[in-house]
């Protein structure tokens, strides 16, 4: 808990995306923030992603708001050749689909129990 606020940050190793869930001291979730990545995993115990530039960031409320941010630098990573085609091309394909998933009300991170996790860590 930070100043009475909670982050839950996920890392799904067969995903490409990393999750962190920003709830209130009620562990009522404020917003959903997706990093997409080119790959995850563990290296000295320790979670890591390889971020792609894109961000998704959902809101649940009555219209679960979902907002697609930093496109701009995924293409001038591409551009600049910072990133492949195919990095660019796995970027856009995972927003789609994380943003699919979502609103099919599919999404694991989404749909857990975060008052439960909160109650039996905290």
Known sequence: MINGYYIIECTPLKDFYNTRIFLDNNANVLVYYFDISKGNGI???????????????????KEGIIRVEDEDELTRALN???????????ACETCENLIKNIKDKQNLFVNM???????KYF
């Open 43 to 61: 290296e000295n115990n320790i979670p890591y992603y390889d971020d792609l530039y894109l961000d998704v960031i959902y809101s649940e409320g």
């Open 80 to 90: 600049d050749e910072i990133i492949t085609l195919e990095e660019y091309n796995l």
């Open 113 to 119: 129990d975060k008052k439960s996790l909160i109650q």
